[in-house]
T-cell receptor
Framework: DAKTTQPPSMDCAEGRAANLPCNHS???????VYWYRQIHSQGPQYIIH???NNETNEMASLIITEDRKSSTLILPHATLRDTAVYYC????????????FGKGTRLHILP | SAVISQKPSRDICQRGTSLTIQCQVD?????MFWYRQQPGQSLTLIAT?????????ESGFVIDKFPISRPNLTFSTLTVSNMSPEDSSIYLC???????????FGSGTRLTVV
């Protein structure tokens, strides 16, 4: 079973920051938080991951609470192309470990 | 960037028949993963395919229904056998490339069983 809880859907105005929350209260010390997104009719796409420090890349920022029981994915300036289902996943960072998907959050970017 | 090619991209099949889905990767990988995504649902892992050994199936999936081949480090097939309308889904393969963070997914095979 997925180890994460996400809201089923969210809306965000175009140009605003989209903040997607994720709860992972049972996360283990060696598990990373990964975020993927799936745009309609495409395979999932990796966005970002982190262990305990906040992370930023060209796509998004990841904020992980100090107790690591929750995190927030931030899309700083959402566009219509960011409309997708966003999946928060926890897994050990070993290569070739399988990914178990939860239900994700369906993000609607509103024009 | 890493590329996964899946074939066919879509198919409509008669119940009781079988369909083999191919996944070709542009570089050698250790594990290949097969997922099913039923309409409106999240992805469910079917099995993990390791070259040189039998695939490892997740709970609820069996080899007789979803036989998998992994003849080399860049290729795998998933067969959906004796299909019924309940098998109508998108099937995706996924790999983790060396030197690339995160998993890469194919674009999927959209299967409709009539």
């Amino acid at each position: 079973d997925a180890k994460t809880t996400q809201p089923p859907s969210m809306d965000c105005a175009e140009g605003r920051a989209a903040n997607l929350p994720c709860n992972h209260s049972t996360i283990s010390g060696n598990e990373y938080v990964y975020w993927y997104r799936q745009i309609h009719s495409q395979g999932p796409q990796y966005i970002i991951h982190g262990l305990k420090n906040n992370e930023t890349n060209e796509m998004a920022s990841l904020i992980i609470t100090e107790d690591r029981k929750s995190s927030t994915l931030i899309l700083p300036h959402a566009t219509l192309r960011d409309t997708a289902v966003y999946y928060c996943i926890v897994r050990v960072g070993n290569r070739d470990d399988k990914i178990i998907f939860g239900k994700g959050t369906r993000l609607h970017i509103l024009p | 960037s890493a590329v996964i090619s899946q074939k066919p991209s879509r198919d409509i099949c008669q119940r009781g028949t079988s369909l083999t889905i191919q996944c070709q990767v542009d570089s050698q990988v250790t594990m290949m993963f097969w997922y099913r995504q039923q309409p409106g649902q999240s992805l469910t892992l079917i099995a993990t395919a390791n070259q040189g050994s039998e695939a490892t199936y997740e709970s609820g999936f069996v080899i007789d229904k979803f036989p998998i081949s992994r003849p080399n480090l860049t290729f795998s097939t998933l067969t959906v056998s004796n299909m019924s309308p309940e098998d109508s889904s998108i099937y995706l393969c996924s790999v983790e490339h060396t030197g690339r963070v995160g998993y890469t997914f194919g674009s999927g095979t959209r299967l409709t069983v009539v």
